[in-house]
């Protein structure tokens, strides 16, 4: 039985020793877990890749606005756009910006989506396995093996820290699903246990210190748009890791440091909406506008 791995050292140390991937590991522990076999771990991970792919199918052709009215129909701007002229990146840019968008814009209009870590970033894994996969035509199993990677990635960090917005900030949350795609890619490329928890490290110090400072409360303004940006964030990480360029702090220390900034971080600035971006002049009005609207209503 694979012992309770709470840090990434620890894992990296397992996996050497036992001459397996992070998947191999994770998915024996949550098989031990859960006294379930590592057959049935799979499928209960295919369940979630498969609501994945059915919330980006959704969110590609839906116009429908939140609630709010502010968000819902991005994504299909940025498919008009993709269709009259490419972008500059190529196809597999153009899949993961509009699947991360597809995804966030069926959270909030209260769709069938897949929390990665949380449902403020669900837009941000699923893009990149997806995306990638299509791309690359990487099969189901790798795809499997890719998430059940991610998830223990934010396993281990939660043991450290939460990883709600309203603790630690966005850094906590579309951060952390960050890179857990870095991670998801570079395994799916066959990158080494030390290179993908180098992705992981590279990708996490390059967010540290990200907000949550929704306008009107709400899990919209810029949390919507953020996804496809941390989604891209991933595989900066990932080409950096699998060159075999190494994070000069562990990824240990980076989350400690990622923890110790989510103390630090005054709580105006963690999902309160009393500061930063929420505070704006004209997220102040969005907000008014929004409030006498649904006065009495809700």
């Not at 991970?45 to 839906?62: F, P």
């Not at 396995?129 to 998430?147: P, R, V």
């Not at 900034?261 to 105006?268: A, D, K």
């Amino acid at each position: 039985m694979i012992k309770d791995i709470r840090t990434f050292s620890d894992l990296l140390e397992i996996c050497t020793n036992e001459n397996k991937t992070i998947c191999e590991v994770f998915e024996l522990q949550e098989a031990n877990f859960q006294e379930i076999s590592v057959e049935q771990v799979r499928l209960r991970v295919k369940k979630a890749l498969d609501a994945m792919k059915n919330a980006i199918e959704i969110g590609l052709t839906s116009k429908e606005k939140s609630i709010s009215g502010q968000c819902g129909d991005d994504c299909v701007r940025l498919k008009e756009r993709y269709s009259k002229k490419h972008a500059i990146f190529g196809e597999c840019f153009e899949k993961i910006t509009t699947y991360a968008l597809a995804t966030s814009e069926e959270n909030l209009r209260m769709g069938k989506i897949v929390a990665c870590p949380t449902a403020g970033s669900c837009g941000i894994v699923p893009s990149v396995i997806i995306g990638i996969s299509e791309e690359y035509k990487f099969d189901e199993n790798t795809q499997i093996d890719a998430l059940i990677t991610a998830g223990a990635v934010a396993t281990i960090v939660s043991y450290k820290m939460s990883l709600a917005g309203a603790v630690g900030g966005c850094q906590a949350e579309c951060g952390v699903a960050s890179a857990m795609a870095a991670a998801a890619v570079t395994q799916m490329f066959g990158g080494s246990v030390k290179q993908i928890l180098n992705a992981v490290a590279l990708c996490l110090k390059n967010i540290l210190g990200l907000t949550c400072d929704p306008v009107a409360g709400l899990v919209e303004i810029p949390c919507v748009k953020r996804n496809p940006f941390l989604a891209i964030n991933s595989i900066t990480a990932f080409e950096f890791a699998i060159s075999d360029i190494e994070s000069k702090i562990p990824t240990d220390e980076v989350v400690d440091a990622m923890a110790q900034i989510g103390e630090l971080m005054s709580p105006t600035l963690k999902e309160s909406s009393q500061a930063g971006l929420a505070k704006t002049k004209t997220a102040v009005e969005i907000d008014k506008k929004l409030k006498d609207k649904y006065k009495g209503k809700i």
